[in-house]
């Protein structure tokens, strides 16, 4: 164990997140041992116990600071194009997926019915989906009712590709991220009078480049 250093409670708890993010996404959650963390952030297991009551509560943790850095690293910007949006989005999201894959399937395989991490992920959807209502040009408040509804659902297929593509990767990155944002265009294309995406697909199949 490294020597201890005296830190102030919300330094030593951010210490404690960073080692358990770290172990998080380098191994499946079965396999993270609380004594490890403790170890490695060279604390006793008392200690780790009086900030995180379980590994439950730790991961939880993590994924909530994990869930906070997606939302404000994603920038929904009205100057941006709809698919300049999309992707920006997208390609923050997927940098932490690739980067953290065990620490994903575990909130999304093995943590799927603890209530906590469900309403993580239910209040970073959501929140997602309230910004960019406000950078869309919607109507009148039929619109964006059905604009929300339109958003809500595809969120959720985002979520769900994204998980199955971390187990099984059947295509490319680029591929997967590409899917995702045709299919909000294509979700999105019928509520609106005018294309909110004249830019997208990027080519046409067969198109001489």
């Excluded at 690293?73 to 941006?80: G, I, L, M």
């Excluded at 960019?132 to 297929?157: H, I, M, N, Y």
Aim: negative net charge.
């Amino acid at each position: 164990m490294p020597p201890r250093q005296r830190l102030a409670p919300a330094d030593r708890r951010a210490q404690l997140l960073a080692v358990g993010a770290r172990l998080f996404a380098a191994h499946p959650y079965a396999d993270v041992r609380m004594e490890e963390v403790a170890e490695r952030a060279g604390v006793s297991r008392a200690l780790l116990y009086r900030h995180f009551a379980g590994k439950e509560a730790l991961f939880a943790a993590v994924y909530q600071q994990a869930a906070d850095r997606l939302l404000a690293e994603t920038r929904f910007d009205p100057a941006d194009s709809l698919v300049e949006q999309l992707t920006q989005g997208m390609d923050v999201h997927l940098d932490y997926f690739v980067a953290n894959r065990n620490a994903v399937l575990t909130a999304n395989r093995v943590l799927a019915g603890d209530p906590v991490i469900q309403t993580i992920m239910t209040n970073e959807l959501d929140a997602l989906r309230a910004r960019l209502l406000t950078v869309l040009p919607l109507a009148d408040e039929s619109a964006r009712e059905a604009v929300s509804g339109a958003l809500k659902s595809w969120l959720v297929f985002v979520q769900t590709l994204c998980v199955d593509w971390l187990t099984h990767e059947t295509c490319t990155r680029a591929q997967l991220r590409d899917v995702c944002i045709g299919a909000a265009i294509g979700a999105l294309r019928p509520l609106f009078a005018e294309d909110p995406a004249p830019d997208w697909p990027p080519h046409q199949p067969g198109a001489v480049t």
